[in-house]
């Protein structure tokens, strides 16, 4: 057997060429964990993105969801210099747009463009949701805006206390347009008819665009629409605006009085919008992503897009957004059970 001295070169060279043997073998065990952590890094250090974005749409093109998305789209792809894909996904009052995200890689290539009432009012109105909040990043609202309630000119009514009336006398006899079910044109309705005492039948479409194609054409005899949705509908003489839902009158429609000033003083009801990842986006893209919408939501042709469709920003970060969430969600609640409204 071959003994080593402990004096000899070879004895006093072994502990060090063990020593780096050690050394090399954990820096390829490190260069392993970094190789799997880098991507994540470089998403929070700023390379992301890299490659076009996707924002999934809930509804159908042409209501204030896709409208909003993309003129929203458009700004956030000039700051991220990317392309920004809009992708509509319709049907289930939103449920099947966000499942659809809630199972996307939580990498920020696939975001939600979210109505408030995914999360305040389908909770309640569906049995089994594919979705939760916990399903998602909030990363923050981005506008508001009030509705409008419309009706077919064919109705004998030329105003808001003329439309009540007549409804009233009419019991079930008016049917009511909407997104779908759950949706805020939904919700908003509803609200409103509860408030007024008025009986009409919900018809849910997939979107507002085919809602009040068949307003338009009086298959349906009102809507309580997003005004940037439905204002352009008015000139056609076929559609008429009776009262808006907001606190203060429409620049849209000057001469439209509010709810409250018509008739039902306590009445208000204002739609919002969010966008939302997959959970699991790491906190500092999350971030990122809000200061986009912000300085997005600051650029002049957000600013004349929002004015020309009615609308308000209202960018608020995950902290606010989700005690919005809380508020709304117990006043939803309480009317859905009080109006034993499904999603049938």
Known sequence: MNHLKMNSPQALEAPALAKRRAGLK?????????????????????????????????????????????????EL?????????????????????????????ADGYTLLLASGSMFTVNPHLYAKLPYSL??????????????????NSAVPANNF?????????????????????????????????????IDVTHVPYKG??????????????????????????????????????????????PDVPTVAEAGLPNFEFTGWFALVAPAGMPKALTAKVYADIQ??????????????QGMLSSVVGPTQLTDDINRESARWKELVAVRKITAN
């Open 208 to 253: 507002e665009g085919p809602a009040y194609a068949d307003l338009m054409g009086g298959a349906v005899q009102m809507a309580v629409g997003n005004i940037n949705a439905i204002s352009p509908l008015l000139k056609s003489g076929r559609v008429k605006a009776l009262a808006v839902t907001g606190r203060e009158r429409s620049g849209l429609m």
């Open 26 to 74: 954990w820096l390829a065990l490190t260069g392993i964990g970094l190789a799997v952590a880098w991507p994540a890094a470089q998403a929070q250090q700023g390379d992301w993105p890299n490659k076009p974005v996707r924002v999934v749409i809930p509804f159908s093109s042409g209501g204030a969801t896709d409208l909003l998305g993309r003129a929203l789209g458009n």
């Open 134 to 151: 916990q399903s998602f990043e909030l990363i923050g609202k981005t506008a508001s805006g009030p509705m409008v309630v419309t009706i």
């Open 77 to 105: 792809g000039k700051i991220w210099k990317q392309s920004v894909v809009i992708d509509n996904r319709t049907g289930a009052g939103g449920a099947v747009a966000a499942e659809l995200v809630a199972k996307a890689p």
């Open 295 to 308: 300085q997005a939501m600051e650029q002049p042709g957000m600013k004349r897009y929002l004015a020309e």
């Open 161 to 197: 206390k003329e439309f009540v009336a007549y409804a009233k006398a009419n019991p079930g006899k008016l049917n009511m347009a909407s997104a779908g079910n759950g949706s805020q044109v939904h919700i908003a309705g509803e609200a409103f008819a509860q408030a007024s005492g």
